[in-house]
């Protein structure tokens, strides 16, 4: 069946660093790709989507490529905050139905 | 795009108790969807709900699941019968305005039961 794994965390950081959170998804067909946040204490708030293969998908300076040769969706920002610190969430969504499929979420952690 | 709105943010019951929750889009939408996540687990898929109808639902959403709009604004998910194993976040979501595939999600609802 259809699926998104994640890599696992928490992942902590320093302020400014590099960020990677990875995705990978398995899909009979092409699915949509979506990342979402939630903030301590808050619902789902979509980031960014994509889809189709070679789509970036950008916002608030992260950016996901959509990897159809990988079957990845990486979670990428080139200098993160405190204010990014929240758990992230990979999901697809096939052309067929309306059901998000979610990954487990991976918690970020930025340290000042 | 704004979201939904949810309510109550936390709600406590007795096991075998009946609960409703209930979303409020901001705007008139047609397409809705319920989701959960329990504690420590992914987010699932519940349902569906297209043009005041159910168009898909999981296995989750069993006969004690019911959605309704009664009013044509409110979007409530009702648990008839609530069990230990129904604890957990409910989230509601609706779908884009004028077409596309993203859902922009509530805050959720913490449903305890004890």
């Known amino acids: 069946g259809n699926s998104v794994t994640q890599m696992e965390g928490p992942v902590t950081l320093s302020e400014e660093a590099f960020l990677t959170i990875n995705c990978t998804y398995t899909?009979?067909?092409?699915?949509?790709l979506f990342w979402y946040v939630q903030y301590p204490g808050e619902g789902l708030q979509l980031l960014l989507k994509a889809t189709k293969a070679d789509d970036k998908g950008s916002n608030k300076g992260f950016e996901a490529t959509y990897r159809k040769e990988t079957t990845s969706f990486h979670l990428e920002k080139g200098s993160v905050q405190v204010s990014d610190s929240a758990v992230y969430f990979c999901?697809?969504?096939?052309?067929?139905?309306?059901?998000?499929?979610w990954g487990a979420g991976t918690k970020l952690i930025i340290k000042p | 795009e704004p979201e939904v709105t949810q309510t109550p943010s936390h709600q406590v019951t007795q096991m075998g108790q009946e609960v409703i929750l209930r979303c409020v889009p901001i705007s008139n939408h047609l397409y809705f969807y319920w989701y959960r996540q329990i504690l420590g687990q992914k987010v699932e898929f519940l349902v569906s709900f297209y043009n005041n109808e159910i168009s898909e639902k999981s296995e989750i959403f069993d006969d004690q699941f019911s959605v309704e709009r009664p009013d044509g604004s409110n979007f409530t998910l009702k648990i008839r019968s609530t069990k230990l194993e129904d604890s957990a976040m409910y989230f509601c979501?609706?779908?884009?305005?004028?077409?596309?595939?993203?859902?922009?999600f509530g805050p959720g609802t913490r449903l305890t039961v004890t």
């Open positions: 979501a609706r779908g884009k305005t004028g077409g596309g595939n993203e859902q922009y």
């Open positions: 999901a697809l969504l096939m052309d067929s139905n309306y059901q998000l499929i």
């Open positions: 899909a009979t067909g092409y699915p949509s």
